[in-house]
């Protein structure tokens, strides 16, 4: 079964449970090889996977994330910003150096999330569901230690994919007026009125789903957000242990 590109993005949701039905190895190698195809910064490809099939390891990431359901259902993918792999094709010290800076850092960060994306659009043309598990850096110098990555390798995201146990509703997003501006910046007091119909449906959203309904608003919801980034502060710190931005001083 397949389905068209904006009928797959306007259904997305994330799953979270997910039945004992295995995924296949070679439903698997679709996905990623056909998510291989999205965009790449300077067609460098600098990202790897990693699927984590250790049951122990696999409980130590459901530790992690926070979801015990990582350690159990379904395959795992840890996705990873990988210069390692550049850094050992490169023919001169410049060219390593350059691969380890901002530039080189940020564009095996994107290549990461951009593979990520497509793997969740194709897994879902498939039938299947999946959840981005960017919890999975809540300690990120355990998942390096975990998976032993060298040097240039951090990982992004988790991916866990496989046959939904549910169907979660969909959730609202914000209106065009509050993301598409024309030809300069547009502050938010200028376009108030869209964000208070989001609340509004935000907040209804929460009130009506299936699970775990509450009492939610978009402004709750930011701060409430926040709270990851203090386990997250010496993400910088490991990253230049992992050798990447050494152009930045202590």
């Known amino acids: 079964m397949t389905n068209s590109v904006t009928d797959i993005l306007e259904a997305h949701r994330t799953h979270r449970n997910f039945t004992d039905q295995p ?71 410049d060219a390593k150096r350059a691969l380890t800076e901002l ?4 564009g095996s960060v994107e290549d990461a999330t951009l593979m990520t994306e497509a793997m969740v659009m194709v897994t879902e043309s498939l039938g299947l569901g999946s959840v981005v598990l960017g919890s999975i850096n809540n300690d990120t110098q355990a998942v390096i230690d975990l998976l032993q990555l060298p040097a240039l390798t951090l990982p992004v995201f988790g991916v866990q994919i496989g046959y939904p146990a549910s169907q979660p509703e ?46 939610e608003h978009l402004a709750d919801m930011t701060r409430e957000a926040l709270g990851t980034a203090a386990k997250r502060r010496d993400f910088l710190k490991i990253a230049r242990r992992a050798g990447f931005l050494p152009e930045i001083e202590d």
Request: proline content about 4%; overall charge neutral.
């Open 170 to 215: 969909t959730k609202p997003r914000l209106g065009l007026d509050a993301l598409l501006f024309k030809d300069h910046y547009a502050e938010p007091e200028t376009y108030q009125a869209e964000l208070d119909k989001f609340d509004a449906q935000l907040h209804a959203y929460y009130q009506q789903r299936g699970s775990n309904a509450r009492d």
């Open 103 to 106: 530039d080189r850092f940020m």
């Open 23 to 93: 995924v296949s190895d070679d439903t698997l190698a679709k996905i990623i090889s056909t998510a291989q195809h999205a965009p790449t910064s300077q067609y460098l490809q600098a990202y790897s996977l990693i699927e984590v099939t250790d049951p122990t390891t696999r409980a130590a990431l459901g530790k992690i994330t926070t979801r015990a359901t990582v350690g159990t259902k379904g395959r795992l993918l840890v996705v990873l910003a990988d210069q390692h792999r550049n850094a050992k094709l490169a023919a001169t010290p």
